[in-house]
């Protein structure tokens, strides 16, 4: 059961008002109940525009376990002046008496432009310290994270809202240069490459990871950078070197060098496909060995044909994720460190340049 | 497949695993002994549709279920979705559901029934034709503990002991036996037609995060490991109460007992995690080796020894959480003149040079006034004091105590001073929840324990000699209470257990509270 939550609000406010008021929502509960412990485990710093705090404040609710133990969400607001602020915190309670009850808390501050430039100012004080903090602005505000950026130790992007992939690329590598980045579009792709990687792990299979010819990756219209991604990813774990991709109509065509032959990329989106991130990958190799898997019912469809001709088909077993839990899982991964979406992300650059 | 790999020189690690979360594992067929029995239905089928949501099965996977009842493979399926729509610890998604029982057949049959094994290695090829590539095999015993030696005998004539090309792999539940003689003939049955490699002993205790926690918490700090013996260490408590009774299990328990139940299994490896020295690697053998040599260092009472460091007792009528609460013996299906144990108390040592005459208290029971199991750890006072104590409760040593059920977490009491004019110390404790510092829900026990039979990875598995060494520290006690007259002494439903038990604790050393 949830518990009711404390608020305190506060007009024309500070940063120091705002913690000390959060100091005093934790003291409250605790002369409650000794039962009410506050979470430690990730802030989480989120800027938007103030007419998108509904969806995102939906987005964070909708993301399950994943909640960050503090979120600061800064709604920016044309012509604001001063700063607003809400506390509150809240805590889901398993219902045995001698159940311990973790809160969560949450800061809305309202925000003007004016305050971007310093955005970590008003932020860096607001933070528990002593874990890590995540930034995500996901509708846009560079001046806001590059402001941040020395204060938080991870970023959240999600580079399919950049509508050229070059640029989204290109922005992450940035970034990554100084923080580390948590990248949806990458997390996308993580069942894909989980299910790659298991199709070729069987010994007599493991060896035609060096005969493969042609990658052909399926995407929805918006998510190429998702699947330029994955090329990348399977590019830098197998040694090749990536060229240019080309535009061939819709699609993007390129070469990568590998050790024994060339290997044809290719980019195709999926007008169909309603959620984003890929939505099929096919890989042959030059012995004749095809193997390609799709969206499906209960997971993802596997079809393989093998050099001597024999097909077979079967379900990769795993439940849809959904956007929710996507960012869920987003949030989670800025406490872990993935050392290959970095050469992935390099490899993709060059397939862009 | 198997005689193209012996030509060709063996292939490189799979270099797209690297950073991956969920590693590849082999295509795996797995098969259920007592595929409809209480164990499968509450805690194996669930478990497996969720390592299917979260797409964690091998990608090819297959299951095939067999017991004595009768029936089709779509009632079996039906059985499974139901049992998985009802225990599963998240709601099923339907097609996650459907696609996980495409892949599910049903052998009916007694399991002493030769056409059962046939049946059985049937559907095995035909997974493998259908797939074009072997599967691993694994054959879980979710049997009676009767079954074990007959299943496994089967397995070996019919040759399903092994596979060209495959691993084949067979998973045990506890008990594995009732006393040291029959742990050891289990042992060697089993051995007969298997290698040790081959044998998943399930303790479920070891899948719990918390428990495994304890390797991190002794081997990832440094704060610890130099207070971790007997110079700084005075004594261990190591408790497991129940504040419920034995409810309807009283066909299992009154043959059983605590000290059987939870003393020789449980709470003997949460002993030997606490106590094990470092492994140079984290691999089965390496982790088993120490365990077991923890095991080997505690010397197992003579019978005269007994009653001098293990008491039992039985719980009798009282008050649990308000309410009036029955006796052991009123206990539906118990017999009137049980002697069954429902507390177990004991006094170990660990005769090493970490350890060597630091007592560790160990204690478990039904009907308690709490559920709680953990483990606390006390320090030895410091050597002078120079404050004075009046006013205060004093200066009491320091404790850790870890904690993995109900709140899991690690505490430290540490004395500090009271607010005031005056120097007095109290004791306070510092407190680490896991609740409070990781998002993650822990996957259930068995979650994580078929994921490493299918991986192949025995460290959570107990190894025959670890079993045997268990039952040599427990058969003098069960031998010494078997032969004794006399009452067996009674604590109230809903108390902290008989007053018997102070008797074992030596000194100035206190039992904690419940």
Not at chain 2, 45 to 69: K, Q, T, V
Not at chain 2, 175 to 192: C, H, Q
Not at chain 2, 300 to 326: D, H
Not at chain 2, 455 to 481: M, N, S, Y
Request: include cysteine; charge should be negative; aromatic fraction near 6%.
């Amino acid at each position: 059961m949830q518990t009711g939550g404390s608020v305190w609000a506060g007009q024309d406010t500070t940063p120091s008002e705002i913690e000390t008021a959060l100091r005093d929502l934790l003291k409250e509960r605790h002369a409650r109940s000794e039962a009410y412990v506050p979470a430690r485990v990730l802030n989480l710093v989120v800027v938007t525009d103030r007419e998108w705090r509904g969806e995102i404040q939906n987005r964070l609710e909708q993301v399950g376990r994943y909640h960050a133990s503090r979120t600061i969400l800064c709604c920016v607001e044309p012509g604001r002046e001063v700063i607003d602020a809400w506390a509150t915190m809240e805590g889901d309670h398993a219902g045995r008496p001698s159940d311990i009850c973790v809160l969560h808390e949450q800061v809305v501050l309202d925000v003007g432009p004016r305050h971007l430039d310093h955005l970590e100012t008003i932020v860096d004080p607001l933070v528990v310290t002593d874990i890590p903090t995540l930034i995500w602005s996901p509708h846009g505000h560079p001046e806001a994270v590059d402001a941040m950026l020395d204060m938080a130790q991870v970023v959240l992007i999600d580079s399919i809202n950049e509508p050229e992939p070059a640029a989204a690329v290109r922005w992450a590598s940035e970034l990554a240069g100084r923080a580390y980045v948590v990248d949806l579009a990458w997390l996308r792709s993580t069942p894909w490459r989980e299910r790659v990687a298991s199709t070729f792990d069987p010994e007599q299979w493991r060896r035609e990871l060096g005969t493969i010819s042609s990658v052909t990756v399926k995407h929805r219209p918006d998510s190429r950078v998702a699947g330029l991604l994955f090329l990348g990813w399977l590019a830098r774990r197998l040694g090749w070197k990536p060229g240019s991709m080309v535009g061939q109509g819709d699609a993007l065509h390129g070469i990568a060098a590998a050790r024994r032959q060339d290997v044809t990329l290719r980019l195709e989106p999926e007008q169909a496909m309603s959620a984003p991130g890929l939505a099929g990958i096919a890989i042959e190799t030059a012995s004749g060995m095809r193997i390609s898997l799709d969206r499906g019912s209960g997971g993802l469809s596997a079809r393989r044909q093998t050099r001597g001709g024999r097909e077979s088909s079967w379900t990769v077993l795993g439940a849809s994720r959904g956007e929710a839990g996507i960012l869920g899982e987003g949030i989670r991964q800025a406490l872990l460190r993935d050392p290959t979406y970095g050469p992935a992300l390099l490899a993709a650059e060059q397939m862009v340049r | 497949m198997a005689s193209t790999a012996k030509q060709e020189p063996p292939a490189q690690e799979n270099p797209l695993s690297e950073g991956l979360e969920r590693l590849p594992v082999h295509p795996t067929t797995l098969t259920i002994f007592g595929a409809v029995g209480d164990l499968s239905k509450r805690k194996l089928l669930p478990a497996i549709y969720n390592l299917a949501h979260e797409g964690a099965l091998p990608e090819r996977f297959n299951l095939i279920g067999s017991s004595r009842g009768v029936m089709s493979d779509d009632e079996f399926r039906e059985l499974a979705r139901e049992s998985i729509r009802s225990f599963s610890r998240r709601r099923a998604d339907e097609q996650v559901l459907s696609a996980l029982l495409e892949h599910v057949r049903y052998v009916a049959g007694s399991f002493d029934d030769p056409e059962v094994y046939e049946q059985i290695a049937a559907c095995n090829r035909e997974f493998d034709e259908q797939a074009g590539i072997v599967f691993n095999r694994a054959y879980y015993l979710a049997t009676a503990p009767a079954f074990f030696s007959v299943v496994v005998g089967r397995l070996g004539e019919h040759g399903l002991d092994h596979n060209e090309g495959s691993e084949v792999r067979v998973v045990i539940e506890k008990p594995i036996g009732t006393n040291l003689r029959e742990a050891e003939g289990l042992n060697r049955s089993v051995l007969d037609v298997l290698d040790e490699e081959q044998v998943y002993r399930i303790d479920h205790y070891l899948g719990k995060e918390t428990v495994q926690n304890m390797l991190a918490f002794r081997f990832a700090n440094g704060l610890f490991e130099p207070v971790w013996n007997r110079n700084y260490i005075d004594y261990v408590q190591i408790t497991s109460s129940e504040d419920i009774g034995i409810g309807t299990r009283a066909g299992y328990y009154d043959g059983s007992g605590a000290l059987r139940d939870l003393v020789q299994n449980h709470m003997l490896q949460l002993l030997t995690l606490l106590c094990m020295e470092p492994p140079v690697a984290f691999s089965a053998d390496e982790v088993r080796d120490e365990k077991v040599k923890v095991l080997r260092a505690i010397h197992p009472p003579t019978l005269e020894e007994v009653m001098f460091m293990a008491v039992r007792a039985q719980y009798g009528p009282g008050v649990s959480a308000g309410e009036a609460a029955k006796g052991y013996l009123e206990e539906e299906d118990v017999p009137p003149d049980s002697t069954t144990e429902t507390y177990a108390a004991l006094r170990l040592e660990v005769d090493n040079w970490r350890w060597a005459g630091v007592p560790i208290y160990l204690r478990t029971g039904k009907r308690l006034a709490r559920k709680v199991t953990e483990i606390a750890v006390t320090l030895k006072p410091v050597p002078h004091l120079a404050f004075r104590q009046e006013g205060s409760v004093g200066v009491q040593p320091n404790q850790i105590v870890l904690t993995m059920q109900p709140n899991e977490g690690v505490s430290i009491s540490i004395g500090a001073k009271i607010p005031g004019t005056r120097m007095r110390i109290r004791p306070v404790n510092m407190q680490f929840l896991y609740g409070t510092a990781f998002m993650s829900e822990s996957p259930e026990a068995y979650e994580r324990l078929i994921m490493d039979v299918m991986r192949g990875d025995a460290t959570l598995f107990t190894r025959d000699d670890e079993v045997e060494a268990q039952w040599t520290i427990v058969d003098p006690i069960l031998e010494a209470w078997s032969n004794a007259s006399g009452p067996i002494p009674q604590y109230s439903a809903g108390s902290g257990g008989p007053e018997e038990a102070d008797a074992l604790i030596e000194g100035e050393h206190r039992w904690r509270a419940i």
